[in-house]
Nanobody
Framework: QVQLAESGGGLVQAGGSLRLSCAAS????????MAWFRQAPGKERAFVAS????????RYADSVKGRFTISRENAKNTVLLQMNDLKREDTAVYYC????????????????WGQGTQVTVSS
């Protein structure tokens, strides 16, 4: 198993930036593809970004392309989500997820989840 813990959420004005961090512990981090999802109030959990085991492959939701960047530091067992030019519609709880098999775009692709961190964007 792998345990995940997100940090870095908070309140930010529209147009601002935040960097989320997800620390992994347990099994070998480099054996897992990583992803970020988010869930806004009253909505289903939605894909944000994913990265494969080597870090050379990335996928992004259309709504965040060009604004968000996913990265990983295998030596530190950490995956990051740099969020720039934040919009009110980015307000959500952001979750880190891990999978040993796939770096897909659906929540069912991932076996392990963190508890989430709240991001609130004000106008």
């Amino acid at each position: 198993q792998v345990q995940l813990a997100e940090s870095g959420g908070g309140l930010v004005q529209a147009g601002g930036s935040l960097r989320l961090s997800c620390a992994a512990s347990g099994r070998t981090f480099s054996n897992y593809a990583m992803a970020w999802f988010r869930q806004a109030p009253g909505k289903e959990r939605a894909f944000v970004a994913s990265m494969n085991w080597t870090g050379r492959g990335t996928r992004y939701a259309d709504s965040v392309k060009g604004r968000f960047t996913i990265s990983r530091e295998n030596a530190k067992n950490t995956v990051l989500l740099q969020m720039n030019d934040l919009k009110r519609e980015d307000t959500a709880v952001y979750y880190c997820a891990a999978s040993p098999l796939t770096w897909g775009v659906t929540s069912t692709d991932y076996n392990y989840w963190g508890q989430g961190t709240q991001v609130t964007v004000s106008s």
